[in-house]
């Protein structure tokens, strides 16, 4: 044998045997604490039903640990409850914690997997990530800024002025007019558009669907084969209808905007862009389609669910607040004034609005446990074993309620992220790195949910005055704070009053309702 042959032959044969022992190491050691395991169940009945990410907070104080380990039927879970543990892992060692559960019930049975957030890690994923960022990059603002502008002033702002009460479909067909017309260049009708109810009935039968606990086919995988009409396997049933409104999802608005581009009446857009850069040529122009068709209703989906909770919890948050309403009015008064509407241009001089936003971001999180991911090998964090399959689980409830960095968690208080001077606090952590996610699985979309929720917050704020309800008898009605859970949590219906601040103010409202109309 050449002396080089030995010698390469002796690497690779160090770094098996170092790879054989490192893993025999890391298995010798214990998993991270959590309840005491039943046999073969483990922990099944200790996982809540619901709001698990308030049980999973508690365990870190019951068990001394920011990291805790359950095990239900065979899964290993993994929770991550402080920003430190997530921060270490998920974007320290993103090589091992970046893949996703291959879930049976919504990828499989319900046609999600082609979803960005439900795939695994690998050149798929990659392909749409890429192809997302190279047309809506953070740097390229104009891609996105004009058609939020448009949309709020022109069809949010008029909706509530004409229809106050009908507050949560105004913004909830704003906000889903302007993903439309992002990813497809649709234009949505003011009330009962076709699309948005599309997006509506689909995407709540995801939200039903939120973690392996609700399924049982998630922890019994095999149960999908079962046969429709076998006792028990209604879920099934149930699949096949939420398969097909997934279906139309995806489908139907990139074909109407396929129809439009071959006219040549097509609204400039991402999927527009993309369709006329395909190399036909390159003999794989159906899989470029493919990707583009998924990476833009991954847009429509992205706009259409959690972005609208947090403008919900922003109005509800004004209601049961006053005292933070007008003291962000009284900043736009100082800095915009009431000759015109807020701009994008405005925000680094509201920091007090900016302030509000992040409360909002931390004290109802959109997902309260995001999208959990799946380590690809055995790992070992401060003398833990954490097993290679592992689902793994932030808390950003638990984080974003951490009182060691946002004292008096449970109250809404703006001022936590001011200095003295009034300005954005540096030293305190924002909200957004724990709320859109961790590592190369973080949300692309970020910077337009920000800028959707903070052009629709200043609007809002700058030429409205929203206070509580009255009942039949002129009674102020208590909003509360009660909120729905799921995969997004919402707040419950509650009602508000919604009326212009001043004449001058509807007469701006009016104005650019004329010109959104004539566009």
């Given at each position: 044998?050449?002396?080089?042959?030995?010698?390469?032959?002796?690497?690779?044969?160090?770094?098996?045997?170092?790879?054989?022992?490192?893993?025999?190491?890391?298995?010798?050691?214990?998993?991270?604490?959590?309840?005491?395991?039943?046999?073969?169940?483990?922990?099944?009945?200790?996982?809540?039903?619901?709001?698990?990410?308030?049980?999973?907070?508690?365990?870190?104080?019951?068990?001394?640990?920011?990291?805790?380990?359950?095990?239900?039927?065979?899964?290993?879970?993994?929770?991550?409850?402080?920003?430190?543990?997530?921060?270490?892992?998920?974007?320290?060692?993103?090589?091992?914690?970046?893949?996703?559960?291959?879930?049976?019930?919504?990828?499989?049975?319900?046609?999600?997997?082609?979803?960005?957030?439900?795939?695994?890690?690998?050149?798929?994923?990659?392909?749409?990530?890429?192809?997302?960022?190279?047309?809506?990059?953070?740097?390229?603002?104009?891609?996105?800024?004009?058609?939020?502008?448009?949309?709020?002033?022109?069809?949010?702002?008029?909706?509530?002025?004409?229809?106050?009460?009908?507050?949560?479909?105004?913004?909830?067909?704003?906000?889903?007019?302007?993903?439309?017309?992002?990813?497809?260049?649709?234009?949505?009708?003011?009330?009962?558009?076709?699309?948005?109810?599309?997006?509506?009935?689909?995407?709540?039968?995801?939200?039903?669907?939120?973690?392996?606990?609700?399924?049982?086919?998630e922890l019994i995988p095999f149960l999908k084969y079962i046969p429709e009409w076998m006792p028990g396997a209604g879920f099934k049933r149930q699949a096949r209808i939420w398969f097909g409104l997934q279906k139309k999802f995806r489908e139907r608005p990139f074909d109407d905007c396929l129809k439009e581009l071959a006219a040549g009446t097509v609204q400039p857009c991402f999927t527009s862009a993309c369709m006329e850069n395909v190399d036909r040529k390159a003999g794989d122009a159906?899989?470029?389609?493919?990707?583009?068709?998924?990476?833009?209703?991954?847009?429509?989906?992205?706009?259409?669910?959690?972005?609208?909770?947090?403008?919900?919890?922003?109005?509800?948050?004004?209601?049961?607040?006053?005292?933070?309403?007008?003291?962000?009015?009284?900043?736009?008064?100082?800095?915009?004034?009431?000759?015109?509407?807020?701009?994008?241009?405005?925000?680094?001089?509201?920091?007090?609005?900016?302030?509000?936003?992040?409360?909002?971001?931390?004290?109802?999180?959109?997902?309260?446990?995001?999208?959990?991911?799946?380590?690809?090998?055995?790992?070992?964090?401060?003398?833990?074993?954490?097993?290679?399959?592992?689902?793994?689980?932030?808390?950003?409830?638990?984080?974003?309620?951490?009182?060691?960095?946002?004292?008096?968690?449970?109250?809404?208080?703006?001022?936590?992220?001011?200095?003295?001077?009034?300005?954005?606090?540096?030293?305190?952590?924002?909200?957004?790195?724990?709320?859109?996610?961790?590592?190369?699985?973080?949300?692309?979309?970020?910077?337009?949910?920000?800028?959707?929720?903070?052009?629709?917050?200043?609007?809002?704020?700058?030429?409205?005055?929203?206070?509580?309800?009255?009942?039949?008898?002129?009674?102020?009605?208590?909003?509360?704070?009660?909120?729905?859970?799921?995969?997004?949590?919402?707040?419950?219906?509650?009602?508000?009053?919604?009326?212009?601040?001043?004449?001058?103010?509807?007469?701006?409202?009016?104005?650019?309702?004329?010109?959104?109309?004539?566009?």
């Amino acid at each position: 044998m050449h002396p080089l042959e030995v010698v390469f032959t002796g690497i690779a044969v160090s770094i098996a045997l170092w790879g054989i022992l490192k893993k025999r190491n890391a298995m010798s050691l214990p998993t991270p604490p959590g309840p005491k395991k039943l046999p073969l169940l483990g922990n099944l009945f200790d996982i809540p039903p619901n709001r698990e990410w308030l049980t999973y907070a508690q365990w870190t104080k019951d068990y001394d640990s920011d990291i805790l380990h359950v095990k239900a039927i065979g899964m290993n879970i993994v929770i991550l409850n402080s920003f430190k543990v997530a921060n270490e892992l998920l974007d320290k060692r993103s090589a091992t914690y970046s893949s996703r559960i291959r879930w049976a019930m919504t990828a499989e049975l319900m046609g999600w997997g082609w979803l960005m957030s439900s795939m695994p890690y690998g050149e798929p994923w990659r392909e749409r990530r890429r192809l997302f960022q190279s047309y809506f990059h953070p740097g390229k603002q104009t891609t996105h800024h004009p058609r939020q502008r448009e949309y709020i002033r022109g069809m949010l702002l008029p909706l509530l002025l004409a229809e106050p009460e009908n507050f949560a479909d105004a913004l909830k067909h704003t906000i889903g007019g302007v993903a439309l017309s992002l990813a497809y260049g649709i234009k949505v009708l003011p009330r009962e558009d076709p699309y948005i109810r599309i997006a509506e009935e689909a995407l709540e039968g995801m939200a039903q669907v939120t973690v392996s606990t609700r399924v049982l086919v998630e922890l019994i995988p095999f149960l999908k084969y079962i046969p429709e009409w076998m006792p028990g396997a209604g879920f099934k049933r149930q699949a096949r209808i939420w398969f097909g409104l997934q279906k139309k999802f995806r489908e139907r608005p990139f074909d109407d905007c396929l129809k439009e581009l071959a006219a040549g009446t097509v609204q400039p857009c991402f999927t527009s862009a993309c369709m006329e850069n395909v190399d036909r040529k390159a003999g794989d122009a159906e899989h470029q389609r493919e990707v583009i068709q998924d990476t833009s209703a991954m847009v429509f989906a992205a706009g259409a669910h959690s972005t609208l909770s947090a403008m919900e919890t922003f109005l509800l948050a004004m209601v049961n607040f006053p005292e933070v309403q007008l003291k962000a009015q009284e900043e736009l008064d100082r800095v915009v004034g009431r000759s015109r509407l807020p701009d994008f241009s405005d925000e680094a001089d509201l920091p007090y609005l900016s302030a509000i936003l992040r409360e909002v971001l931390r004290f109802r999180p959109s997902t309260p446990l995001g999208v959990p991911h799946l380590t690809t090998e055995d790992d070992v964090y401060e003398g833990y074993h954490i097993p290679k399959g592992s689902t793994v689980v932030a808390n950003a409830w638990a984080m974003l309620h951490d009182d060691n960095d946002y004292p008096e968690p449970e109250k809404f208080n703006p001022d936590r992220f001011l200095d003295k001077d009034g300005k954005l606090d540096p030293n305190v952590m924002d909200p957004a790195r724990m709320a859109f996610g961790f590592g190369r699985r973080i949300c692309p979309g970020s910077h337009i949910a920000h800028s959707n929720l903070w052009l629709v917050a200043a609007s809002i704020l700058a030429t409205f005055n929203i206070t509580k309800a009255l009942d039949e008898s002129g009674k102020e009605v208590e909003p509360g704070l009660e909120y729905i859970t799921g995969l997004i949590m919402r707040p419950a219906p509650f009602k508000c009053t919604i009326k212009p601040r001043s004449q001058e103010t509807a007469d701006l409202i009016i104005a650019h309702r004329d010109r959104f109309v004539e566009d």
